[in-house]
């Protein structure tokens, strides 16, 4: 008898995690493309709502789907089927179950998270009118740059006191609100495996601040990377990054990871020339949904 199995839980634990991981290993081996999870997440879930979405055939994980809120407005979703059992109505399913679960939160939005490469999510998005947000290269590299005639800074863990001030580089350097940017740095403050490091020059305190997390097998994730507008063009962004990968080499991290925006061709130019190279890539399709219940 073949048993089928939907479940949702609210929170992961490690059986789960492995689980998952094994699908999405599973599936990039024979896809040759990544599905993108924010696995910080999903090892620290702390509300109640049921944002993981299991389905399982003869007791074994054939699909997933993840509901992320960052944005109170907003829902991301990604999800993922075993390519053994795709087109028998599984991300359906998935699908469905997450826009129940969306809906009760009252929220209008979802941005579908599509990597590049993948039929799956054009295919089924297609008669919901998505639009098109922007997209992503998830970037790594396991060497530190050497650089001559940089630029003289200093960098200084930052204190749960500069909280605001954090929130104040970031909201301007950004393309979100102080209270947006502020309430997303005070949800993960709390989060032992999380760095944040400000930038100072002798003559200007506080122009730039970069934020580290420590994930698993060694891996340094850099993001929130910013130097104030008037502060630019003086290589300091480069100096910090490199500074930064030095002390993190110092510590034992082997790898370094980093998530940037395809038009954003500064960054670009600026993490090409320390070594980074393009792992995958995701364009980010949002859907109203008022547009998938016609």
């Known amino acids: 008898m073949q048993l089928k199995q939907l479940t949702k839980l609210s929170r992961l634990h490690k059986n789960d995690l492995r689980s998952i991981k094994s699908l999405v290993d599973l599936c990039m081996q024979h896809d040759q493309y990544k599905v993108k999870l924010y696995w910080n997440v999903l090892q620290n879930r702390l509300t109640q709502e049921l944002n993981d979405i299991f389905y399982f055939y003869n007791g074994n994980l054939v699909g997933y789907l993840a509901i992320f809120t960052f944005e109170l407005d907003e829902a991301e979703i990604s999800a993922i089927v075993h390519p053994k059992y795709r087109r028998r109505g599984i991300y359906k399913k998935l699908l469905a179950e997450a826009l129940l679960e969306i809906k009760q939160r009252k929220i209008n939005k979802l941005l579908c998270i599509c990597p590049q490469g993948s039929p799956i999510n054009p295919h089924y998005l297609k008669p ?22 940089l630029p003289d800074i ?18 301007s350097c950004f393309k979100a609100s102080y209270d947006e940017t502020l309430q997303r740095f005070s949800d993960t403050r709390h989060e032992k495996n999380r760095r ?99």
């Open 128 to 149: 919901f009118h998505p639009e098109y947000v922007f997209s992503q290269i998830e970037m790594m590299t396991m060497q530190v740059p050497v650089f001559s005639h």
């Open 154 to 171: 200093k960098l200084t863990l930052a204190k749960p006191s500069e909280l605001q001030l954090i929130a104040k580089i970031g909201s």
């Open 196 to 294: 944040i490091w400000l930038l100072s020059t002798p003559t200007h305190p506080n122009i730039g601040k970069i934020h580290i997390r420590y994930d698993e097998n060694r891996t340094a994730f850099i993001h929130d990377l910013c130097i104030l507008k008037e502060h630019r063009g003086n290589r300091y962004a480069l100096v910090m990054l490199v500074k930064m990968m030095q002390m993190l080499r110092s510590e034992g991290q082997k790898v370094f990871a980093l998530d940037v925006e395809c038009d954003n061709k500064n960054a670009l130019k600026l993490y090409e020339s320390c070594g980074f190279e393009k792992v995958s890539a995701y364009d980010f399709q949002r859907v109203l949904l008022k547009n998938m219940h016609k």
